[in-house]
Each structure stands twice: as C-alpha cells, then as structure tokens.
C-alpha cells in the first residue's frame, strides 16, 4: 500500500480529505483492527486516526504513520475538523451508515467517491501477498486434518464445528467468512445455510472455507463426493474442473475480468450447464472475502498483476445437486500462480 497515491488522489478530487469509518477500510489503512475508528487521508499528506477509550492506548502504541487522536463526540470531532482547516471531505457512500452520511453533509461538504479505496487495495504488496498465502495454507491444513470425518452419519454443522477449531488449532484467527457445507440436495443452493442434515452414502458435498491470518482471508471450495453419487452428478464435477482449468489458464494482466467469466460460462453452456452456472466466476480477495476486481461479465474491471482473486465455477441442479470448486490465484504479467495447493 502507498499511502503517498491515496494522498495525491484526494488532491486530484479538490477536496481537504478522505474520510471512512468502514472497519475493512481503517484496518488496511492503520493495520489496527478495531469495532470503531475514523480515518481520515488529507490531501496535505497529513493522516488523523480517531478512536475511542476502548482502543486508544493500544491504537497509539501500534500504529506508526497516523496521527492519533481520542474520539468523544461528533461535536468535538467537527471542531477538530476545523481546527486541521478541513472543511470538504469526500466519502464512498457504499461504506457508511445513511444517518452518519447526513451527519457529515449537515457539518461539511461531501463529495460521494464510490469505491474510493479499491484500486488501491485491489493490488497486493508482497506482505500482503504473503499473509493471503498464510491463511491459505492454514485453510488447507484444517481440512486436510478433519476429512477423515467427512462421511455419512456426520451432520453439516458438526463437520463446519470440526473445520473451525482446526482453523484457530493451525494459527487461523476464525472464519473468513461463515463456512458452507452443503449436502445432497442442499448442495444445489450456491449459499446454502449449514444444518442439522446428516450427510448420506450419494451425496455431493460443498465445502466452502477460509480463515483469517494477521487480518488478511483465504476462500476455497472443494465438492466432495461421498460414496455412490449418481451418474449426473460424476459428469457435472468433471465439467467443473474443467472449466475452472479453463479461467485459471485464462488469467493474466491485462485480460479484462468479462473476458474471463465469458471463457469459463461458454465452456459450462457448451458442455449444456450454462442454466445452472448462476454467479459470477471469481472475485478478489484479500482484507475481505469479497474485493474488486470481480469476474463476472458485468464487469469492465482489467487484471493488473498483484491481484489476488478466486476461479470458483459451479453448476447447481435442484432435486440433484450441486459442484463448485474454488482456488485462489496471484495474478502475474505473464498468467497467474495458483496459491491455493488442495487437491481437487
């Protein structure tokens, strides 16, 4: 991360700062996590962070580049505003509460930066880089460790049970996000909610899993198949791989995200899936399970190296199942490195 572009890109909008109270936002900011803070870039290269008694003294002794400052009241932080001659401010209002955003525009000019943050965090350092890595391998560890209890008899729920503690057992620091394991029919519903369903001889299961290392996440999908599962659903997992062989070898800087969501969709509608394809292709990862850029054909985002994003095609058949299978890929100039090592 440079903060001296984000400096040069509130400059560039004519206003005093940029201001995000976004808990992912403060964290790639400061590297300080906290349940409430307010960042704000100046367009002087000065850099405030406010935060309550609650984090304060931890806040000052962790964080070296910010100012640090202790939140009371809005009263006093618009007069603290004042006082650093700030009186335009620009804002992603995708990030903010409505009744904070009027606040902020009853006090100071606003200027609405949609996505402000994400060019910037879209490209990862080699920190950053090596900490998606770590929690990587700690994912993979975890379920290599309890795949032995994946079998019929095993509910949902205390298989993801089993898969959590094997998280914080390796290093991770919980879930990235809230785990899926999805059984039989239930694997036909991209987002299944994990349930007291007991896992039978037959059933394809997803399992999709990712932990958080040092503030940074990992998501990965596997689709078991668990004993005698039907024929159908054999030719599906095998249309799957392939096609996520298909956009992993499809990925490189300077191919557009539509371009790669379209490779892997025309392969699945080929094969006669293309109905049951019903996401997008991939998406970026790094302090959130969900960053730019996104690999959808909706999307006029274009790979640039340093980019770390997810290949995870599925193909979903109510009243059968379903087959998703996710890697996390680096994206280099010349194509992409897979990060993720769990065998398919």
């Known amino acids: ?62 964080i070296k580049a910010f100012e640090i400052l202790e939140w009371k009241s809005w009263e006093k932080f618009f007069e603290t505003l004042k006082s650093e001659k700030i009186e335009s401010i620009a804002v992603d209002p995708n990030r903010l509460k409505l009744s904070i955003y009027r606040k902020l525009s009853e006090n100071l000019q606003v200027k609405e930066e949609n996505k402000f943050l994400d060019e910037f965090r879209a490209i990862k350092s080699a920190e950053e880089i090596s900490l998606i890595t770590r929690a990587i391998n700690i994912a993979e560890l975890a379920i290599k460790s309890v795949l032995h209890i994946l079998k019929p008899g095993i509910t949902e729920k205390e298989f993801r049970k089993e898969l959590i503690t094997a998280f914080f057992k390796y290093g991770g620091e919980g879930e990235a996000f809230t785990s899926i394991v999805a059984s039989g ?40 198949l668990i004993g005698n599962v039907p024929d159908e659903i054999k030719r599906i997992y095998e249309v799957v791989r392939e096609a996520q062989e298909i956009g992993i070898k499809s990925l490189k800087a300077g191919k557009s995200c539509k371009e790669i969501d379209l490779a892997v969709r025309n392969y699945i509608e080929e094969k006669g899936y293309g109905e049951y394809f019903v996401h997008s292709t991939g998406h970026g990862i790094g302090v959130e399970v969900h960053e730019s850029p996104t690999l959808s054909k909706r999307s006029d985002e274009i790979l640039k190296s340093g980019m770390v994003v997810t290949v995870e095609p599925g193909i979903y058949i109510p009243e059968l199942g379903g087959v998703r299978i996710e890697d996390d890929c680096l994206i280099t100039e010349e194509d992409s490195f897979v990060l993720s090592n769990l065998p398919r």
């Open 185 to 224: 029919r239930g694997s036909a519903i991209p987002h299944w909610e994990t349930s007291d369903k007991e896992i039978k001889d037959g059933d394809a299961v997803i399992v999709d899993f990712g932990t958080i290392y040092k503030g940074y996440v990992s998501d990965i999908t596997r689709t078991f």
């Open 1 to 62: 991360m440079s903060l001296e572009k984000i400096v040069s890109k509130v400059k560039s909008l004519n206003v005093d700062a940029y201001l995000t109270l976004d808990k992912a936002e403060n964290f790639y900011l400061t590297k300080f996590k906290s349940t409430f803070g307010i960042s704000l870039i100046t367009s002087t290269g000065k850099l405030l962070f406010l935060t309550d008694g609650r984090y304060l003294e931890k806040a000052k002794k962790e």
